[in-house]
């Protein structure tokens, strides 16, 4: 209906359910043939070939999609219509691997989603919890160095180089922070920290979105791919159920912390699963919602931070005189001598890390560029909504039930919005820079890293405490050299979509001791 009458006796027409426009469809697949292996990158061109700036409608089988491609498109869904947009897509996926779905990220919009998040950002993620982590943050820092700092000393007898392989060492170092932060110190005994490690590995790949069964949902239903998928993720579902059972169990049955949790609050440093148990009541928590709740920790916390990492250090490689600078930083405001001692080893404490703004320059300048949720979690529209980006010229009604795709990798790299969009300059984000006023609380829509809005990522503190310390500590300590036989230059940047996106190809770095 793209007409109706209007206006009584004068039959006038009118444009009605406009929807927003769309590229040439195929019958059956609709636009799905136009998607790559990088979805980011083939909506970014999409939305360019036919001009579609702003807002594009998509069929990629049976399921609508709103591509959103610009700042004033994502301000129109992440902040006017917020309400209408704030759901999350349903799936085989999140029904059986998340617990209904009970976590935070994939619930959807609704009362338990407002509790749920409620009790996440007030207990697990606030700014004084992500602090209280602070000395565990920095142990986990100092093994780490540990770890390279031998990698450096094998290189060096040796007379050769002994390079290691960056993204392995990020994700054990992330997958630890996280198993600390939900289970305590305790998390190495019975090596859990490698069997959640293992568990994520295998549970990601089913998270990407695109799955065949959400695209051709008859097939879900009457197909074979419906119970194979399903058979898929209850097995997945089984061996959650069974390490997070056996936590909250050894946590239950701990006769001290079972009377330090019937009589008190949750403490400052307590573990996620001590903080769920101390407020379970309260928020009327079943165990299948708290283990829902931990397992966005996993999901959201791990693949983010270590991924986040590694693309920055592999943009540091290539960008010689970034490297310099950033070094140069925080090898002065952390002098020799001057270092904060843990588990036996020097590091830059996070108290150090304040004064250091080209460090966070840097980090914003990195998830400019690499963010590693390029297209967001996807939205869903919970009702009919008219939206105004044009003021008043060019409005669009998006039905209920569309998935909405968010493209902040494109508006981040928009030479619109940016200066010199595609050089890695961390000095824009610094005083005087050209996006010196850029932050990451979501006002700025051209820079959308964590989202902006009520599905704004709530671990952002977590993250960012994380990935600050971590990188410090990486070029504090150690110079860092290409392998023999490589440039660095050559550093291929190319990625693998995901729930995060990832690099393809393994970074390998020779540490080298600072003399
Ligand atoms: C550098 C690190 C991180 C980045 C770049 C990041 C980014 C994001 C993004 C883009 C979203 C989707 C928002 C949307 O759909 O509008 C998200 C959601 C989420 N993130 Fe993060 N994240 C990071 C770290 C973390 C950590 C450490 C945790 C938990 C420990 C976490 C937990 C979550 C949760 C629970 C959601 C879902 C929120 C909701 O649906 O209400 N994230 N994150």
């Given at each position: 209906?793209?007409?109706?009458?209007?206006?009584?006796?004068?039959?006038?027409?009118?444009?009605?359910?406009?929807?927003?426009?769309?590229?040439?469809?195929?019958?059956?697949?609709?636009?799905?043939?136009?998607?790559?292996?990088?979805?980011?990158?083939?909506?970014?061109?999409?939305?360019?070939?036919?001009?579609?700036?702003?807002?594009?409608?998509?069929?990629?089988?049976?399921?609508?999609?709103?591509?959103?491609?610009?700042?004033?498109?994502?301000?129109?869904?992440?902040?006017?219509?917020?309400?209408?947009?704030?759901?999350?897509?349903?799936?085989?996926?999140?029904?059986?691997?998340?617990?209904?779905?009970?976590?935070?990220?994939?619930?959807?919009?609704?009362?338990?989603?407002?509790?749920?998040?409620?009790?996440?950002?007030?207990?697990?993620?606030?700014?004084?919890?992500?602090?209280?982590?602070?000395?565990?943050?920095?142990?986990?820092?100092?093994?780490?160095?540990?770890?390279?700092?031998?990698?450096?000393?094998?290189?060096?007898?040796?007379?050769?180089?002994?390079?290691?392989?960056?993204?392995?060492?990020?994700?054990?170092?992330?997958?630890?922070?996280?198993?600390?932060?939900?289970?305590?110190?305790?998390?190495?005994?019975?090596?859990?920290?490698?069997l959640f490690r293992q568990l994520v590995c295998d549970t990601t790949p089913l998270l990407a979105g695109f799955n065949a069964e959400e695209l051709f949902p008859f097939l879900a239903h009457f197909g074979v791919i419906g119970k194979v998928v399903r058979a898929r993720c209850e097995r997945l579902r089984r061996r959650w159920d069974e390490l997070l059972d056996r936590l909250i169990d050894d946590h239950e049955s701990n006769e001290n912390e079972a009377a330090a949790v019937a009589s008190d609050d949750p403490k400052e440093d307590d573990d996620f699963?001590?903080?769920?148990?101390?407020?379970?009541?309260?928020?009327?928590?079943?165990?299948?919602?708290?283990?829902?709740?931990?397992?966005?920790?996993?999901?959201?916390?791990?693949?983010?931070?270590?991924?986040?990492?590694?693309?920055?250090?592999?943009?540091?490689?290539?960008?010689?005189?970034?490297?310099?600078?950033?070094?140069?930083?925080?090898?002065?405001?952390?002098?020799?001598?001057?270092?904060?001692?843990?588990?036996?080893?020097?590091?830059?404490?996070?108290?150090?890390?304040?004064?250091?703004?080209?460090?966070?320059?840097?980090?914003?300048?990195?998830?400019?560029?690499?963010?590693?949720?390029?297209?967001?979690?996807?939205?869903?529209?919970?009702?009919?909504?008219?939206?105004?980006?044009?003021?008043?010229?060019?409005?669009?009604?998006?039905?209920?039930?569309?998935?909405?795709?968010?493209?902040?990798?494109?508006?981040?790299?928009?030479?619109?919005?940016?200066?010199?969009?595609?050089?890695?300059?961390?000095?824009?984000?610094?005083?005087?820079?050209?996006?010196?006023?850029?932050?990451?609380?979501?006002?700025?829509?051209?820079?959308?890293?964590?989202?902006?809005?009520?599905?704004?990522?709530?671990?952002?503190?977590?993250?960012?405490?994380?990935?600050?310390?971590?990188?410090?500590?990486?070029?504090?300590?150690?110079?860092?050299?290409?392998?023999?036989?490589?440039?660095?230059?050559?550093?291929?940047?190319?990625?693998?979509?995901?729930?995060?996106?990832?690099?393809?190809?393994?970074?390998?770095?020779?540490?080298?001791?600072?003399?």
């Amino acid at each position: 209906r793209w007409f109706r009458s209007h206006g009584g006796e004068r039959r006038r027409k009118q444009p009605l359910d406009r929807l927003p426009p769309s590229p040439p469809a195929l019958p059956v697949l609709g636009h799905l043939h136009l998607i790559g292996s990088l979805p980011h990158v083939s909506l970014r061109s999409l939305a360019k070939k036919h001009g579609m700036d702003d807002l594009m409608f998509l069929r990629l089988g049976a399921m609508p999609v709103l591509v959103v491609s610009s700042p004033r498109a994502a301000e129109a869904v992440l902040r006017t219509h917020d309400h209408v947009f704030a759901s999350r897509p349903q799936s085989l996926v999140a029904e059986v691997v998340m617990y209904g779905p009970s976590d935070v990220g994939f619930a959807p919009y609704g009362d338990y989603w407002r509790q749920a998040r409620k009790l996440v950002t007030t207990h697990l993620l606030s700014a004084k919890k992500v602090h209280s982590f602070r000395h565990a943050r920095e142990e986990e820092v100092s093994r780490v160095m540990a770890k390279i700092g031998e990698a450096a000393a094998e290189g060096a007898a040796a007379a050769g180089e002994a390079a290691v392989d960056v993204g392995e060492l990020l994700s054990s170092f992330t997958n630890d922070l996280a198993c600390r932060a939900v289970m305590g110190a305790s998390f190495r005994g019975e090596g859990r920290n490698k069997l959640f490690r293992q568990l994520v590995c295998d549970t990601t790949p089913l998270l990407a979105g695109f799955n065949a069964e959400e695209l051709f949902p008859f097939l879900a239903h009457f197909g074979v791919i419906g119970k194979v998928v399903r058979a898929r993720c209850e097995r997945l579902r089984r061996r959650w159920d069974e390490l997070l059972d056996r936590l909250i169990d050894d946590h239950e049955s701990n006769e001290n912390e079972a009377a330090a949790v019937a009589s008190d609050d949750p403490k400052e440093d307590d573990d996620f699963i001590r903080v769920l148990l101390s407020v379970r009541q309260d928020y009327g928590l079943t165990r299948y919602q708290m283990k829902g709740l931990l397992f966005d920790v996993f999901a959201g916390g791990i693949d983010s931070i270590s991924s986040t990492l590694e693309f920055t250090m592999a943009a540091l490689m290539r960008n010689p005189r970034v490297m310099n600078k950033l070094q140069a930083e925080v090898r002065s405001k952390t002098p020799k001598g001057q270092e904060t001692v843990t588990e036996g080893q020097e590091i830059v404490g996070e108290a150090d890390l304040s004064t250091m703004s080209y460090l966070r320059a840097l980090v914003k300048e990195s998830l400019r560029l690499h963010a590693v949720a390029p297209l967001l979690a996807p939205h869903l529209s919970t009702a009919s909504c008219r939206i105004d980006i044009d003021g008043g010229a060019g409005f669009v009604v998006v039905p209920a039930g569309v998935r909405v795709l968010i493209n902040v990798w494109a508006m981040a790299r928009d030479p619109r919005f940016w200066e010199d969009a595609e050089e890695f300059a961390p000095e824009r984000f610094l005083d005087g820079g050209s996006a010196a006023e850029v932050g990451f609380k979501g006002n700025d829509f051209q820079f959308l890293p964590f989202s902006s809005g009520r599905r704004q990522c709530p671990g952002m503190n977590f993250g960012l405490a994380a990935v600050e310390v971590m990188l410090a500590n990486l070029v504090h300590r150690f110079d860092w050299e290409m392998p023999p036989g490589k440039e660095a230059r050559d550093i291929d940047m190319s990625e693998e979509f995901g729930l995060v996106v990832h690099r393809k190809e393994k970074l390998m770095l020779v540490p080298k001791l600072r003399v």
